[in-house]
C-alpha cells in the first residue's frame, strides 16, 4: 500500500489530480427499481473495447486484398496461435455489442432519459447505434467470404435507388460498379480508420455528457425517487457492480466463441450464383424484410426508394424523438410515446421472426 | 506530286470502287430474295383451309425453313405464282404432292448435300447426310424397297423441323432417345426386324441417361452418340470399344495394352460391353471388380485362375484406400462440425481421392503393379488427412478444456467481487 501511496504522491507533486478525486468522491448514481438498467450501456462500452483489441490482434494477420484476405483469416483461425479465439470473439463480440446497444437504446427511451438536458446524450447515442451498424456491415465483408460478398451486393444495391444520388452513393461504397477488391479496401479501410476515429470523438461526447449530467430517473419514478433520494457512489460501488456485468458478458463470449466459433464458409467467387435464401446481419433483417413487402410501384413510384426514404424518415425521428415528445420534456407521462417505443420492439422482433422461420 | 495527294487520291478512287460494289451487291440479293420472297399463292390459299391442310402454314412459321428464300415448291413441286390451284399443282408445274418415303432422301439432299447452297445459310452446316445415310441400316434398308425404314422426316419432323440445337426438336440431344424409340421401343411396329426393343427403356436407367436427363449434361452420350445418326448401325464387335473410347479414352487406351485386350479378341466378346453392359451402362462401383458375388470377374475366372487373385488384390488395395478416405473425412467433417477451420483439408483429402479414382480407372490396366502403385500414393495422402484429422479433433478437446477454465475463472473472480461488494455494503451500515 506504501508503494503504491508513493506511486501516487508521484503523480500528485508533478499533475493537480485534485479535481479529479473530487469529481470521483461527489459522483453518484441514483437507486431505485429501474437502476438496472444504467448497467447496460457500460456492457456495451465494455464490448467496444474488447472490439478495439481483438480488432488490433487481427490487424496483424488479416490482408484487406480479394485474393488475400479469406486466405489470411483461414490463417488466422489455423495456424495463428488463438487466433480462432480472437476472431470468434471479435464477430461474437460485435454481435452481441449491437444486440446490448439496441437493449440500453430501447431502455433508455422507455425511462424517457432523453428529456432535457439529455437530449444531446441521445442524439449521440443514436448516432454511435448508426456507427455501430455501419462497423458491422463494412466488418461483415472483410474475410471475403461468399456469404459476406452478396450480402453486401444486396446492401450496396439498396442506396443505388436514392433518386438523384443513388449511384454516386454507390459509387462511392463499392469503388466501382461492382462489389470487387476495390470495395474491399474501401470497407477496410472505414472499418478500421474512418469509423473509428468517428465514433471515438461521439463516444467521448457521449461519456462526457453522461458524467457531467448524471444518470436520469424515469419520470414515473422520479416524484417517489425524490421524496428519499437513495443514491450509490459511482467509484468505486457503481463500477464494481458493472465490473460483475462485464465479467458475466467476457464469460458468455467465451462460451460462444469455444462452443460456436464463427465460420468462415466458402470464399467469395463473384462469377459464382447467388446462393438461396441470402439474408443481411440479423441487425438488418427487420428492414430487409420490410422491404420485401413494399410492391414494385406505388403510386407510380418506385416502391423499394419509397420504402427506403420511408425508413430514412423514420429513422430522423428516432434519432431526434427528444424534440417530438413535448410532454417528457415537460416531465409529463408521455404514453403515445412509450406506445410507439413498444410496436417499434414488436415489430423488429416480428419481422425478424418472420425472416428466419417464415420465408423463403 | 507528293505522298500525300497520292495517298488522298487512291482513296478517292477506293471510294467509288465500294460504292460500286454495294450498288451492284443490292441488286444482286434483292433479286435472289425476290424469288422466295414473292407472295406464295401456297401459303395464301392453305392458311385459309380447315386442317389438315392450313397445318402445314402453321408449323411452317416455327421451322428453320421458314426462310424468305425457299419456298414450298423446294419440296413440293408446283407453281407458287398460279392463281389457280389446279394450275399451281398440276403435274405440267411439276407438282408431286405428298412426297413417298424413298423419294425424301434424296429430296432433301437436293439443298442439303450441295455445299453451295447451303453455304448460303450456314458455311458451317455439313453436306454429307444423305451419304452417310446411303450406308446406314436405314438407307441400305429403304434401298431395298423396305419403306418403314426411318427417312429424314421420321427424325426431323415435316414442316416443323428446327435446329437440332433448338430444345424442342426431336434431334435435340435430351430428346433423341425418345425419337428412336418411337420405332425402336414399338415392339409391333419392328416385327419382322428380329432385333430387341427394350433399347429405349434399357437405355434410361443408365448412368449416360441420368447424365443427361437429372443432370441436364447434353455431351452425355444418347442413341446417335455410339450408332452415328445419319449413318445409324449398329457398332460391331470389334468397334464397341472405339465407340466408348471416343469419351472414356483413358479407360479405352488401358485396355487396349492389357492382357484382355487379346483375349476378348481371341475370344470374340466384345470389349467394354463384356463387363458394362450396352444400353443400361449402370454407374460403376467398386463391387464390381473382385471376387465375391457381384464382381464382374468371377463371370470368366475361376478360384485357381491368375485373374481370380489379380482381382482380389485389385480390390483390396481399392477397398483400403476407399476406407482410409472415408475415415479421413468424417474426422475433419466431425472437427469443421466443432468450429475447427483445417486449412491443409484442400489438399491431402481431394489428392488421396483423386489417386482412388485414378486407380479405378488403372483396373483396365489389370497390372497391379500400376494400380498397387497409385493406391500407395492415395494412402499416403489420406494417412496425413487422417491425421489432420485427429489433430483438429484434438484440439476442440483442448478448447473445451480451455472454456472449461476460462469460465470457472470468470465465475471465481465474479464470485469474489459480489462478496467485496457485500463486504463494503456492510462497512457503509455499520
Not at chain 1, 456492457?43 to 489470411?72: H, K
Not at chain 1, 480462432?84 to 427511451?109: D, K, P
Not at chain 2, 386442317?51 to 426462310?67: D, F, I
Not at chain 2, 430444345?167 to 440431344?173: D, G, Q
Request: charged share 20%; hydrophobic share 45%.
Amino acid at each position: 500500500m506504501d508503494k503504491l501511496k508513493k506511486l501516487s504522491n508521484w503523480f500528485e507533486e508533478r499533475i493537480d489530480l485534485s479535481g479529479i478525486r473530487k469529481f470521483m468522491d461527489k459522483k453518484v448514481v441514483p437507486v431505485h427499481k429501474q437502476h438496472f438498467w444504467y448497467g447496460i450501456g457500460g456492457i456495451t462500452l465494455f464490448l467496444f473495447v474488447t472490439q478495439i483489441i481483438t480488432g488490433i490482434l487481427l490487424l496483424l494477420y488479416y490482408r484487406p486484398a480479394a485474393d488475400s484476405a479469406y486466405e489470411s483469416v483461414q490463417f488466422i483461425m489455423t495456424s495463428v496461435r488463438f487466433g480462432w479465439l480472437i476472431r470468434s470473439i471479435h464477430s461474437w463480440g460485435a454481435n452481441l455489442m449491437i444486440f446490448f446497444l439496441f437493449v440500453h437504446m430501447f431502455s433508455t427511451f422507455f425511462m424517457k432519459a432523453y428529456r432535457k438536458p439529455r437530449e444531446m446524450t441521445w442524439i449521440s447515442g443514436a448516432f454511435l447505434l448508426i456507427l455501430a451498424l455501419a462497423f458491422g456491415f463494412s466488418g461483415y465483408l472483410l474475410p471475403w467470404n461468399k456469404l459476406a460478398f452478396f450480402a453486401t451486393k444486396v446492401g450496396t444495391e439498396m442506396a443505388a435507388v436514392v433518386p438523384g444520388v443513388g449511384n454516386h452513393i454507390l459509387m462511392f461504397l463499392r469503388g466501382g460498379e461492382d462489389v470487387t477488391g476495390a470495395t474491399l479496401t474501401r470497407f477496410f479501410g472505414f472499418h478500421v480508420a474512418l469509423l473509428p476515429i468517428t465514433t471515438f470523438f461521439i463516444l467521448l461526447i457521449h461519456l462526457v455528457l453522461i458524467q457531467a449530467q448524471g444518470m436520469s430517473v424515469p419520470p414515473s419514478l422520479e416524484k417517489e425517487y425524490n421524496k428519499n433520494p437513495k443514491t450509490m457512489k459511482f467509484f468505486p460501488d457503481f463500477i464494481l457492480r458493472d465490473a460483475v456485468g462485464w465479467l458475466a458478458v467476457l464469460g458468455l463470449l467465451g462460451v460462444l466463441a469455444a462452443l460456436f466459433p464463427w465460420g468462415l464458409g466458402e470464399k467469395a467467387d463473384p462469377f459464382a450464383s447467388a446462393p438461396m435464401g441470402i439474408k443481411p446481419e440479423w441487425y438488418f433483417v427487420f428492414l430487409f424484410q420490410t422491404l420485401k413487402y413494399i410492391p414494385g410501384r406505388i403510386l407510380g413510384l418506385n416502391g423499394e426508394a419509397l420504402g427506403i426514404f420511408v425508413i430514412g424518415l423514420g429513422i430522423l425521428f428516432w434519432v431526434f424523438v427528444p424534440f417530438f415528445d413535448h410532454r417528457a420534456q415537460k416531465n409529463l407521462p408521455s404514453k403515445t410515446f412509450t406506445v410507439i417505443g413498444i410496436v417499434l420492439v414488436l415489430y423488429i422482433l416480428v419481422m425478424t421472426t418472420i425472416s428466419y422461420f417464415f420465408s423463403s | 506530286m507528293n505522298l500525300t495527294d497520292i495517298l488522298q487520291r487512291e482513296d478517292a478512287t477506293l471510294k467509288k470502287i465500294e460504292f460500286i460494289i454495294l450498288v451492284l451487291s443490292s441488286f444482286s440479293i434483292a433479286a435472289f430474295a425476290q424469288q422466295g420472297g414473292n407472295k406464295s399463292t401456297c401459303i395464301a390459299c392453305h392458311q385459309d383451309q380447315d386442317p389438315p391442310l392450313s397445318t402445314p402454314v402453321e408449323q411452317l412459321k416455327t421451322s428453320v425453313h421458314n426462310n424468305p428464300k425457299l419456298s414450298c415448291v423446294g419440296c413440293h413441286g408446283g407453281d407458287p405464282t398460279a392463281e389457280d390451284a389446279d394450275v399451281a399443282m398440276s403435274k405440267a408445274k411439276g407438282f408431286i404432292g405428298k412426297p413417298k418415303p424413298e423419294q425424301i432422301p434424296k429430296l432433301c439432299s437436293k439443298c442439303h448435300s450441295s455445299a453451295t447452297f447451303m453455304r448460303i445459310f450456314n458455311p458451317n452446316v455439313p453436306v454429307d447426310q444423305y451419304q452417310l445415310y446411303l450406308t446406314s441400316q436405314h438407307g441400305i434398308l429403304l434401298k431395298k424397297g423396305d419403306k418403314k425404314v426411318a427417312t429424314c422426316i421420321s427424325c426431323h419432323g415435316v414442316h416443323d423441323i428446327k435446329k437440332a440445337d433448338d430444345p424442342t426438336s426431336p434431334v435435340f440431344p435430351a430428346n433423341i432417345a425418345d425419337r428412336c424409340g418411337k420405332c425402336h421401343a414399338d415392339a409391333d411396329y419392328m416385327q419382322g426386324y428380329s432385333i430387341p426393343t427394350d433399347q429405349l427403356s434399357e437405355y434410361k436407367k443408365s448412368v449416360h441417361a441420368q447424365t443427361l436427363y437429372k443432370k441436364g449434361d447434353l455431351s452425355a452420350p444418347t442413341c446417335n452418340d455410339c450408332h452415328g445418326n445419319h449413318g445409324a448401325m449398329p457398332p460391331g464387335l470389334s468397334s464397341v470399344a472405339n465407340v466408348c473410347g471416343t469419351c472414356h479414352l483413358v479407360q479405352s487406351e488401358y485396355f487396349s495394352t492389357s492382357p484382355h485386350k487379346e483375349a476378348f479378341d481371341d475370344m470374340g466378346i466384345s470389349e467394354c460391353e463384356a463387363c458394362h453392359g450396352n444400353h443400361a451402362i449402370h454407374r460403376t462401383s467398386d463391387q464390381m471388380i473382385g471376387i465375391d458375388e457381384k464382381a464382374v470377374c468371377t463371370q470368366c475366372h475361376d478360384e485357381d485362375s491368375q485373374g481370380f487373385k489379380t482381382a482380389a488384390i485389385m480390390r483390396n488395395g481399392i477397398d483400403s484406400l476407399a476406407t482410409e478416405i472415408s475415415m479421413a473425412e468424417a474426422m475433419i467433417n466431425k472437427a469443421n462440425q466443432a468450429g475447427v477451420e483445417i486449412q491443409d483439408k484442400a489438399l491431402n483429402l481431394p489428392n488421396s481421392k483423386d489417386a482412388l479414382i485414378q486407380s479405378r480407372v488403372l483396373i483396365h490396366t489389370l497390372s497391379t503393379e500400376k494400380v498397387g502403385e497409385k493406391i500407395k500414393q492415395g494412402l499416403k495422402a489420406a494417412t496425413k488427412a487422417l491425421e489432420i484429422g485427429r489433430q483438429a479433433l484434438k484440439e476442440v478437446g483442448h478448447r473445451r478444456n480451455m472454456l472449461i477454465i476460462m469460465v470457472v475463472l470468470t465465475l471465481l473472480v465474479a464470485g469474489f467481487l459480489v462478496l467485496y461488494i457485500r463486504f463494503r455494503e456492510g462497512n457503509d451500515a455499520r
